[in-house]
Nanobody, 117 residues
Framework: QVQLVESGGGFVQAGGSLRLSCTAS????????MAWYRQAPGKQRDVVAA???????NYADSVKGRFTISRDSAKNTVYLQMNSLKPEDTANYYC???????????WGRGTQVTVSS
């Protein structure tokens, strides 16, 4: 069973920065892709950024130029550097990984990010 441990959320003023981390454990299969999603109260969960095992990245339009996703494959860890944070970035951020031949998805429990105006 794959386990994901997230860290790095918190409270920050608008314009500030935070760095999220997520480490996967419990699998010997390849981790094909790692991603961050977020969900604000009353809204659906949307992808924020994703990175494949060859380093290809994708970002939601709302975070392009402000957020950077990266991964340390040796540590099965994905990071999300969030700069120039805005109040609308406030949400619970979830780590997601796709594992093995079937790209089976696994989710973390989430870490709260709150940005004050």
């Amino acid at each position: 069973q794959v386990q994901l441990v997230e860290s790095g959320g918190g409270f920050v003023q608008a314009g500030g920065s935070l760095r999220l981390s997520c480490t996967a454990s419990g699998t010997n299969f390849s981790i094909n892709a790692m991603a961050w999603y977020r969900q604000a109260p009353g809204k659906q969960r949307d992808v924020v950024a994703a990175i494949t095992n060859i380093g290809s990245t994708n970002y939601a339009d709302s975070v392009k130029g402000r957020f950077t996703i990266s991964r340390d494959s040796a540590k099965n860890t994905v990071y999300l550097q969030m700069n120039s944070l805005k109040p609308e970035d406030t949400a619970n951020y979830y780590c997601n990984v796709r594992v093995g031949r079937d790209w089976e998805p696994y989710w973390g429990r989430g870490t709260q990010v709150t940005v004050s105006s």
